[in-house]
């Protein structure tokens, strides 16, 4: 889906900043509950219950799982202001292995990139001249109560794919391929529901069922504004699309409903309903649109239009009616990865092998980190040379330098000076009868 739920309302977004206020706020009972109960730890209510009753009392081995879970959080507490917002929110969620939770979930790449999207904002948040943790969990806090943010998007705009998303989203964008859905959806209000009269500065809406008697009065007016905003609607949807438009309808009739102002431009004239020609690159269809029809209105002749290529209406175009009966209409949705075919139960040789897998791999990636963190080599001018003559210093390194340096290397005495400088009398001593006899050094 794109932008057709508030990206703050997901239920990952959620958990991931419950868990967040948990953190900045420790003594938040209801934070901390909904941190706890979450996907993240996943504590059940009747451990949290019994724990809460018996507050104060020696640690049961059966609370481990929240001990552990409240030390975790308090690590975090101490040490959240010490470091960027992300680091924060990164270690959670490694600490958690929530990345594999929930890319296991229905649609899990947008669920992952809602995650990673947190991480965003705080990057956001910190080159924007935030500095602290809790700046950083009240801007989340106010643009879950303020912002009607859509989801993240996961694909590119070159990706292969199928975006489902609302007219007015699509608004601006371009598809080689469009399908127009919800053909049941009306084209505007039944009833309007508001009035606006500029010049009297006036707004007349309709109130727990009650009509003002301005919005009564203009109530035709108004429904004939809203249609008039429906067939703008239906053709921002239709010229979408760049090489093909797909148009769900119904082929015993014209319908009405948000498609309308498009039949005239899909529907052959009545007459020719039965009459098509073959359309090119399709599969050979049957004689019929309509797949099923009530038992009262399934008559002995076929009154539907006839699967193929029609001359529509109005336009110069050709419009292939498509045969439903050749569709595979009974194929399994397929989500991805279905969670319990995976976390299954056994006898626990396979997980502790994939959390031995993990490990070696964390500890890998940390090796890595830590090589290329080290540089290796020091670039510096002769004259920034220190006097100091301990191994691995400046003097050192010059010194290893020139005693492999080629004595065609040093032709230029520009060369000669420079390292001279850089060197100390001992050292120059040494080099001495590196140099030809005419050289002084």
């Not at 964008?173 to 959806?185: K, N, Q, R, S, Y």
């Not at 004939?224 to 053709?235: F, M, N, P, S, T």
């Not at 139960?345 to 090796?367: F, M, P």
């Not at 963190?373 to 400046?394: E, Q």
Request: charged letters at 25%; aromatic letters at 6%.
């Amino acid at each position: 889906m794109w932008g057709a739920r508030s990206f703050h309302h997901r239920e990952e977004v959620e958990t991931v900043r419950a868990a967040l206020n948990a953190i900045e706020w420790p003594d938040d009972d209801l934070s901390m509950y909904a941190a706890l109960r979450g996907s993240l730890f996943a504590v059940p209510d009747s451990l949290l219950l019994r724990h809460h009753e018996l507050k104060g009392a020696e640690p049961s081995p059966e609370f481990e799982s929240i001990i552990s879970a409240l030390t975790f959080l308090r690590d975090l507490h101490r040490r959240r202001n010490r470091r960027s917002a992300v680091e924060t929110v990164n270690e959670l969620l490694e600490a958690t292995r929530s990345h594999a939770g929930f890319a296991l979930r229905p649609s899990g790449n947008q669920v992952l990139a809602n995650v990673y999207r947190i991480c965003d904002l705080a990057r956001a948040y910190e080159l924007s001249g935030g500095h602290s943790f809790r700046g950083f969990v009240e801007q989340l806090n106010a643009q879950a109560e303020s912002e009607d943010s859509s989801e993240a998007p996961v694909l590119e705009d070159g990706a292969e794919g199928v975006r489902i998303m609302t007219v007015h989203a699509a608004k601006g964008l371009e598809f080689p391929v469009v399908i127009l859905a919800d053909m049941t959806a009306n084209i505007a209000q039944r009833n309007p529901d508001k009035h606006v009269d500029g010049n009297r500065r006036l707004c007349a809406m309709r109130i727990l069922g009650c009509s003002p008697l301005d919005l009564l009065d203009h109530e035709e007016e108004e429904r004939a504004l809203d249609e008039a905003e429906g067939v703008r609607i239906a053709y921002v949807a239709a010229t979408r699309a760049r090489d093909l438009l797909i148009v769900s309808t119904v082929g015993d009739e014209e319908r009405q409903g948000w498609l309308e102002p498009l039949n005239k431009s899909i529907y052959p004239a009545r007459g020719g309903f039965r009459t098509a020609v073959a359309a090119s690159h399709c599969p050979e269809f049957g004689t019929a649109t309509v797949l099923k029809r009530p038992v009262e209105f399934d008559g002995a002749i076929e009154v539907s239009v006839s699967p193929g290529a029609h001359r529509p209406q109005q336009g110069q175009h050709t419009a292939v009616w498509w045969d439903p009966g050749i569709l595979r209409l009974d194929v399994e949705p397929s989500f991805g990865l279905i969670q319990e075919d995976i976390l299954v139960e056994g006898d626990g040789v396979r997980a502790a092998e994939s959390v031995t897998l993990y490990n070696a791999w964390k500890e890998s990636r940390k090796h890595a980190i830590e090589t290329g963190a080290k540089a290796s080599m020091s670039v510096f001018i002769a004259t920034d040379a220190g006097d100091t003559k301990a191994p691995g210093s400046v003097h050192s390194c010059i010194w290893q330098c020139a005693t492999s340096i080629t004595m065609a290397a040093l032709s230029r005495s520009s060369e000669l000076s420079l390292l001279t400088h850089a060197l100390s009398e001992q050292q120059m001593r040494k080099l001495r009868p590196l140099f030809r006899p005419s050289w002084h050094v």
